[in-house]
């Protein structure tokens, strides 16, 4: 299994142009999780999707943050406009949700610098 | 607000030296994972605890909950070169609820 894939794995864009994220779970996984990685706040769940369906967005920023996840093997995230404060790493994360085990498998990560 | 706290937040250590890092939730966890991420990696899973007061080794991590299932705390004895990243908790409040993962200890281990 390759694992769960993001890409782009770096992006540098000037402030006010629009990003999109992409994530590829793990074949199988009903859970997909976004994330955001920075010094001062640490590790932050931003949304996640159960068979496709946002459960909570309650850590999504504002309103130039949305996410989708179109089918079971696709997910985006997206920032219009982006904003030197959106620079961080996203990781995008999917489980296997059984009664027994809820790891959660995360990608490489997209290092997202706006300039 | 910060669900889960984790202390220290740095540690520098000594080759062959222990290693604990604690782990404290406000409220009753359902379950707690710890996870590592290597210095430019992406979080690993280490391991997931769910009873109260259990404990679990892998080689020489050891992993600890509470009889409270409030707190946790991973230990490493005699640290290697290899044991250096970032360990998160990250501590649930459902059995398919959200992790709130702590802000993470970066273990140092000097040669």
């Known amino acids: 299994d390759a694992g769960v894939i993001q890409s782009p794995r770096h992006e540098v864009t000037e402030m006010g142009q629009e990003v999109t994220l992409r994530c590829k779970p793990i074949?199988?996984?009903?859970?997909l999780f976004w994330y955001r990685q920075t010094m001062m706040r640490g590790l932050e769940l931003l949304i996640y999707f159960n068979n496709n369906v946002p459960i909570d967005d309650s850590g999504m920023p504002e309103d130039r943050f949305s996410a989708k996840m179109p089918n079971a093997s696709f997910s985006t995230l997206k920032i219009q406009p982006s904003e030197p404060r959106d620079s961080a790493v996203y990781f995008c994360?999917?489980?296997?949700?059984?009664?027994?085990?809820?790891?959660?498998?995360f990608g490489p990560g997209t290092r997202l610098t706006v300039l | 607000g910060q669900q889960v706290m984790q202390i220290p937040q740095y540690q520098h250590v000594q080759e062959g030296e222990d290693f604990t890092t604690y782990c404290n939730s406000s409220t009753t966890l359902s379950n707690i994972q710890w996870y590592k991420q290597r210095p430019g990696g992406h979080p690993v899973f280490l391991i997931q605890?769910?009873?109260?007061?259990e404990v679990k080794k892998q080689k020489r991590l050891t992993f600890q909950f509470g009889e409270a299932k409030k707190n946790s705390s991973l230990h490493i004895t005699a640290t290697q070169t290899t044991d250096v990243g970032t360990y998160f908790c990250a501590g649930s409040r459902s059995t398919l609820g959200r992790l709130y993962f702590g802000r993470g200890t970066q273990l140092t281990v000097w040669p």
């Open positions: 074949s199988g996984h009903d859970y």
């Open positions: 605890l769910v009873k109260s007061g």
């Open positions: 994360a999917s489980s296997f949700r059984s009664t027994e085990n809820y790891e959660q498998f």
